[in-house]
């Protein structure tokens, strides 16, 4: 099984994958973890991936072509199952969980 990350921290993910369950189920090739990072996609010098939110307030937002590009260039297969991450919809509570 395949897990490909998008990130703009990928240096996050190296003790997490490298420890425990996770590391010797990539020992034994029953999963691969590919990071990505999404700087890496970006068109500028600087490697900007987030701007203001489109007619203003606080915050800053992602910017759709670093991530649409860094989508495009992962493998395509014919059963491939994305999970994109949001912070819309429900809040994940003890309610819920329960």
């Given amino acids: ?10 240096e996050l993910f190296g003790p997490y994958l490298n420890e425990s369950l996770l590391k010797r189920a990539c ?3 029953i999963v691969q ?19 203001h939110p489109y007619g203003g307030g606080p915050g800053m937002v992602f910017m759709v072509k670093p991530l ?4 495009e260039a ?3 297969k014919e059963k491939n199952l994305m999970v ?7 809040q994940f509570d003890a309610r819920m969980a329960a």
């Fill in 1 to 10: 099984m395949r897990f490909d990350i998008i990130t703009i921290f990928p």
């Fill in 27 to 29: 020992e034994k090739k």
């Fill in 33 to 51: 973890f590919n990071i990505h990072n999404i700087r890496g996609f970006t068109e500028d010098l600087h490697k900007k991936v987030d701007d």
């Fill in 68 to 71: 649409a590009h860094a989508i």
């Fill in 74 to 76: 992962l493998p395509k």
């Fill in 84 to 90: 994109l991450l949001s912070a819309s919809g429900t």
